[in-house]
């Protein structure tokens, strides 16, 4: 092998490590967030900007800057020590442990059933909204970041399969046949 190809191979390989490292960091640092913005002690909605994170992934730890947040645009000039939190933990954040340590020990609001330990990989519990005239039943990306608080106090829980269920039920209410017997009914949710 000549010293060319050799450093050729070398380079290519470099490349590829890189492009992966920024490949995984983008995909973890993508998507909404809630932090407690560390001025106002206060949960704030934020978006990294991950494409600057995938940018700077090669070095130890990447940058984080973020890209929106619900406290500006009158605090647009905060230092963002907001982004230690995403930095520490970027897979786990304040809106999903709150709403984790939220379903703990409850019972599903449809089937009366306990509702198991939340797995972030797992399908996702729903709230339901008891001021709705329906069953309106919120996911966990409908919820904005700050009303969180507001939104777990006025609803209440849903188990994933009644949430799947629900929300089959509503996006298809023709292919839906609904059952006298609500035994039959928990049969096929559970």
């Not at 070398?10 to 967030?33: E, F, S």
């Not at 994170?53 to 645009?73: E, G, N, Y």
Request: overall charge neutral; some cysteine; glycine content about 4%.
């Amino acid at each position: 092998m000549s010293t060319t190809t050799f450093i050729l191979l070398l380079l290519a390989a470099v490349v590829v490590v890189y492009i992966a490292l920024a490949a995984r960091t983008y995909l973890r640092m993508r998507g909404k967030r809630v932090v407690v913005c560390p001025e106002t002690h206060q949960p704030a909605g934020v978006t990294v900007d991950a494409g600057h994170a995938a940018i700077s992934a090669f070095w130890d730890k990447p940058d984080i800057q973020l890209k929106t947040c619900t406290r500006w645009p009158e605090r647009h000039d905060c230092n963002q020590a907001c982004t230690r939190q995403i930095a520490d933990e970027p897979q786990l954040t304040l809106a999903v442990n709150m709403l984790k340590n939220w379903y703990a020990g409850r019972n599903c609001a449809i089937c009366r059933r306990a509702i198991s330990v939340v797995h972030t990989s797992e399908p996702r519990p729903g709230l339901l909204n008891v001021a709705s005239p329906g069953r309106e039943i919120l996911s966990w990306d409908d919820i904005p970041a700050d009303h969180l608080e507001a939104v777990l106090d006025s609803h209440l829980p849903v188990c994933p399969s009644c949430n799947f269920a629900e929300s089959f039920r509503r996006e298809f209410p023709e292919r839906v046949i609904d059952r006298d017997d609500p035994t039959q009914r928990e049969k096929a949710y559970h």
